[in-house]
Every structure is written in C-alpha cells, then in structure tokens.
C-alpha cells in the first residue's frame, strides 16, 4: 500500500466542459466498450471518487434521518447476520430454549425492515445513483491522448493508484491497458 498514489483531479473541461468528447459506445463490441469505461474509470478515478462523495453528501443533505436510519437498519441487519451465521450452535440451542421469544423477534424484525424499508431505500438509492453516474460517464466519455498515455504507466506496474487496485481485486487488470 505504500507505493499507492493518488491519481491527480482532471479539470472539469477534460472531464465533461470543454475537451470532453461523447459518444453512445458500441453495444454489439462489449471488449471494446468495456475497454472504454475501463481505461475512463483509471484515468478519472480521482474525479469519480469526488463525484460520488458529493452526490452522496448531497443527498444525506437532502435526506439526512433516512441515509442515517438506512444505514442504521443495514448495519443491523448484517451484524445480526454475521453473529447468526457464525454462532449457528447457540442460535439453534437458544431458538429451542426460547420458542416465543423467536417468534417475537422474527415479528418484530420484520415489522422493523418494513418501517425502516423507506429509510434503506433512500441510503441505497445514495450509493447506487452516483455509481450509475459514473458507468454513464466512463461509457459516453471517449478517450484522449492523455488518458491513453496515463493508463500505459498503470498497466505496466510504474504507477499504482486506488482504482487500479479495485480493478484488479475484481480480476480486470488485463484489460485496463489495451
């Protein structure tokens, strides 16, 4: 992780005034527009980043108590997951142990993901809605000498930035230098 840095912030004329160049991708070629957005989303990424903190800000501005609630509600749901799943024993002796009050949590559980779903909406909808903002944009968004030059030194190893390490977590590295 020491060797990672941070992929400088294009100016708004490169990334969308300007420079920018668009155009629809051709869908019957997916290795050639997966090509693009993955070359876009290397190139960008230090924009993208901001732009998905601000659209998510933006709409915890707008929404606060729901993205807080949504939130609240996902993380409950997952720990109470996590802790079942790894404690499947005594949830199965304490489920025996204790029949009604199973049932009286699984009623209560699911009156609360009902009362909460409004509220997991709105968070989800936070995260979901810039994510889809930037696939729009690293499809549309053709390249530039730039941007081809840039992603060479990341291919090759000379130069490695956050988004190449998600990249290839995600097992797409290959691709990202043609």
């Known amino acids: 992780m020491a060797d990672v840095e941070l992929a400088p912030l294009r ?12 155009q629809i991708p051709q869908i019957n070629d997916p290795e050639k527009w997966s090509n693009r957005v993955l070359n876009n989303l290397l190139y960008y990424q230090s924009n993208y980043f901001l732009a998905a ?46 029949p009604v009050f199973c049932v009286a949590a699984i009623i209560a559980g699911g009156y609360f993901v009902v009362y909460m779903f409004g509220a997991v909406l709105v968070f989800l909808f936070g995260i ?26 990341e291919y090759v190893g000379l130069k490695r930035t956050p988004m190449g390490l998600i990249l290839e977590g995600l097992g797409q590295e290959q691709e990202a230098g043609s």
């Open 128 to 153: 979901a809605f810039p994510l889809l903002l930037i696939l729009i944009h690293a499809s549309l968004r053709l390249r530039n000498l730039k941007n081809k030059f840039a992603n060479k030194l």
């Open 53 to 98: 903190l601000l659209i998510f800000l933006l709409i915890g501005i707008i929404h606060p108590v729901q993205i807080l609630f949504g939130f609240t509600a996902l993380a409950i749901c997952f720990g109470l997951f996590v802790y079942f799943t790894n404690n499947q024993y005594k949830a199965r002796r304490f489920k025996h142990d204790h």
């Open 11 to 22: 100016s708004m004329g490169d990334f969308l005034l300007d420079s920018a160049r668009f």
